[in-house]
């Protein structure tokens, strides 16, 4: 059973960094890969950044936050982090920690198979 718990999301102003966390309990021989995914209100979810476990593996980044935020892991704790830097007003939405079994690049949300139930980054301008 993979039990996905997140933490750190919050209130900052434009241009302000959050750390958001999802474990420790985030990891079985079931998945392969972690993601962050948000819903905006009105918007329909999407794939923001996605980390293959293991060790060194292979992260992919939606366009809107390329060189903004950084998905990393510590896989002795099973936990994967998501450092979210010069955060703008489009970055408000709710985060979702997933995980699931792919293959490659950020999965659709319907291939990912255990999530949480989210936490509400809000970034005022």
């Known amino acids: 059973q993979v039990h996905l718990v997140e933490s750190g999301g919050g209130s900052v102003q434009a241009g302000g960094s959050l750390r958001l966390s999802c474990g420790p309990s985030a990891y079985t021989d079931s998945t392969n890969v972690m993601g962050w995914y948000r819903q905006a209100p009105g918007k329909e979810r999407e794939g923001v950044a996605v980390i293959y476990t293991g060790g060194g593996g292979a992260t992919y980044y939606a366009d809107s936050v390329k060189g903004r935020f950084t998905i990393s892991e510590d896989p002795p704790k099973k936990t994967v982090y998501l450092q979210m830097n010069s955060l703008k007003p489009e970055d408000t939405a709710t985060y979702y920690c997933?995980?699931?079994?792919?293959?490659?690049?950020?999965?659709?949300?319907?291939?990912?198979?255990?999530w949480g139930k989210g936490t509400l980054v809000t970034v005022s301008s």
């Open positions: 997933a995980a699931g079994f792919y293959s490659h690049s950020i999965p659709p949300d319907y291939a990912m198979d255990y």
